[in-house]
């Protein structure tokens, strides 16, 4: 109902198209950022893209497309035995402390597995 009389006025219109593009393009961005560290990188994507949704068909169109496939993604897995669903869970363990250990390295300069293995050589 607001949105309906926001976008009878023409300066409304594009004015909340301007809001939509721009929060939207902010939450993209952070939650793209976020993506190689452990946390909501992908929701906040998926946020960003529900906003964009509110304004934009394209926007409408790939969120119902990422929610159908997410929804397949999980539908499989749950359906699959306990052994399939550990490798799933450890290969995803695998690749996210993968992207952890190389944001450190190359974005801080700290390198944890050489860390480790010089402490265990020391103590």
Do not use: C
């Not at 023409?10 to 952070?30: C, E, N, Q, S, Y």
């Not at 699959?80 to 550990?86: A, E, H, P």
């Not at 490798?87 to 996210?96: A, D």
């Not at 597995?113 to 265990?120: K, Q, S």
């Amino acid at each position: 109902m607001t949105l309906d009389l926001i976008r009878a006025n023409p300066t409304g219109r594009i004015a909340l198209k301007i809001f939509i593009a721009i929060a939207g393009a902010l939450v993209v961005t952070i939650g793209i950022a976020l993506i190689p560290l452990p946390g909501p990188g992908w929701l906040l994507v998926i946020a960003g893209l529900g906003i964009w949704a509110v304004e934009y068909h394209w926007a409408r169109r790939l969120l119902g497309f990422t929610r159908r496939h997410v929804h397949g993604w999980t539908q499989w897995v749950t359906r699959q035995s306990l052994g399939v669903r550990i490798v799933l869970g450890s290969v995803g363990l695998v690749f996210v402390a993968t992207v952890v250990w190389l944001s450190l390295k190359y974005s801080l300069g700290i390198d944890v597995i050489a860390e480790a293995m010089h402490y265990l050589a020391t103590h």
